[in-house]
């Protein structure tokens, strides 16, 4: 808004010839470094977006096509081999198929993500709005979390899950997120104190008990945190690369979640190179239409998470 | 720090007012059970810690001082052996190798930040198109890694039609080996990190530079500041706080890194051309995975806590640092 009023500034201005004509040139030296940097924009925006569009039309070219010398921007004809190939479920006892991995995707991530989600709100709630011994040394112990990076636990895990059967089960990409997550804590606890505590307490004035205050007055008050929490989490799910492998990628292909597909595509046969593509678009497309539904809820929530955390 | 603690204990207490005789009875009564609710509710998440973060954490050290039999997964089956893992992990020059490579990968880092900032501070202002160029910006993060590998192998194709070697023939240039060199491996990997990740930093820039004082560009333009200086002398230190946060969750992120090497390395053996892509977690995955050739289950469990360590260790030096060097907006 201030902004604004900058702008207008100059025409404000009492009338005096000389500091006008600065003012002016000013405004035109701005004007410059403004067009200047709606350029670099979008040449940026361009090299984000080149990637994407060379994906989705490598997809459409058959092998014959890549692999020819002169690369276009747009295919010559539309060959569909690489969905056909997406969509064939006859290879799936190997290497799976990405429909099938897709599938198990949600399976693993929704549950998990909500559930997950749920417990992790209720956690944020007593952290913000309710007053109990021990509050502040159980949120110390959580802080550690933050800390810990997951990476460094995967061995022991692995070994933990392998001598208690899991290894080749989809329960460790499950169990563990159910307890909700640390980061979801903060950032709804965040969220929740800026919620007045008269709301709650006047919830409590009229017989709601602190889990119904929470359920009934909380969760609806913090609907935008918790749809930013729940699509950052289950992109994250979705996109989980290092814990599938390990625990699924040996096992029964049916099983396997959209990445361990994937990634088993990985080969340096070029040929190959147009089914890969598709595969990929057929990943991407339901990650980007979610994101292009909730980029409101998702690029707020992690600039309230940068501000505030 | 006591005394901000000693003040909220007095809070605290008038909070509470008072002991009331008679009303003390069913007070201490609801306090309690607020504090038993309070627990179970609070509980969860860090239960799931203890279990799935800090014991693993406990049992990864064990593992680190024991020997295991080969191809064993149990706990049964080891024996201990002191420092012996330790010992050979520091004397294995791919160790060193690894983390060297580890290192280079961060330098991603300052390349992200200054193009997240810069990207920021241009699109600082409300124009028509601002949030269409703010999705776009923040895609390639909501993307898989293994997905976008697949574009990117391509681009980076050996081949005259990969996009890089057209370019260069663009040029005049002769076509390059790209991700199948071994010396270029690593910088096409930083490459495609920086094109992935600055959006997300972009974004943290943003939220951070809304909340600068506007009064401090107003009379930098009064003073006759043009947008360059006003970049570097206003932008820049009021989000000193963000980049360091920006730079301690990049090194974290940078020391873990696997899933994209792993990703783009189209080698089915070693861990990219003549192993330029073997970083820390590599090191650790391969002895894991292959533990004939590289030692097993104690070596991997050994690098692992090597790697928490130099993690905690830059995590409490980018803490001090920047307790000395942030410029706090407030």
Redesign the interface.
Known sequence: M??IN?NQLPAQAPADGEIKKKKLR?HK??RA?DVI??I??LL??I???V??W??LI?SFKSPAE??????TWWPKEFNLDGYINAFNFETAAITSNVLIGLGNTLLYTLPTTIIGLF??G??A???SK??????EV??G??L??M??????????????Y??IGW?GTPFPLMI?G?????GT?FFLRQFMRGVPDEIVEAAEMDGLG??RA?WMIMLPVCVPAFIAQFVLNF?GG??D??GP??FLGEGDPSRFT??VV??N????Q?SE?QK??A??VV??VP??IL??FS?NF??DG???S??KG | MEHTLCNAQAA?VEERGAPVPGKRMTRSISRRR??A???A??????????????A??I??FV?SLNEFSRYS???ADMTYCGFENYKAIFADPDLWKALGITLLLCLSIPFEIF?GL??AN??R???FGRRV????????N??????????????Y?P???G?FN?ILALFGADPLRWTSDAKMFLVCIIVMTI?NVM??DA??F???I??IN??LY?SA?LD?A??VQKFFFITVPMATP?IFYLALIGI?GA??S??RI??M????YGMGPEDAGLTL?GY??RA?EEPLAFGG?GI??AT??F??II??VM?VINLKVSKKWVHYND
């Open positions: 201030t902004e900058v000013r030296k701005l470094a940097g709606k670099a924009l940026g925006a090299i984000i977006l990637p994407f060379i994906l490598t890549i692999m020819s010398a002169d690369f417990v992790s209720m956690s709630y007593a952290f309710m007053h109990f011994k021990g509050r159980l949120f112990v959580l550690l979390t800390v810990m990076p997951g990476t460094v636990v995967l061995i022991p895990q692995y070994t933990i392998s001598m290894v563990p159910m307890f909700g997550a640390a804590v602190k889990f929470y992109i979705y996109n690369y290092l492998i390990l959209l990445q994937l990634s595509m990985v080969s340096p070029e190179t890969r593509m595969n990929a990943a991407l990650l980007i994101y292009l980029q998702i690029i992690i600039s309230v940068a501000v | 605290a607020e504090t609710l309070g627990w509710m609070a509980l969860p998440p860090v239960i799931g810690f203890l279990i799935f973060t800090f693993p954490l049992i990864s593992m997964y149990s706990l193009f810069l990207i241009l699109l202002k409300p124009f160029l703010r999705v776009i910006f923040f895609l390639p909501i993307c898989s890694i293994v997905a976008l590998a697949f574009v990117w192998t391509y681009m194709s081949q005259e039609y996009l057209r094109w959006g997300y974004l943290m943003q939220a951070q809304g909340n506007q009064s107003e333009d006759g043009n947008c963000m974290i020391m873990q696997y899933a792993d990703a390395d189209i080698d089915p977690v650790m995955m894991q289950l991997s469990a692992s806590f790697l928490g993690i905690a995590t």
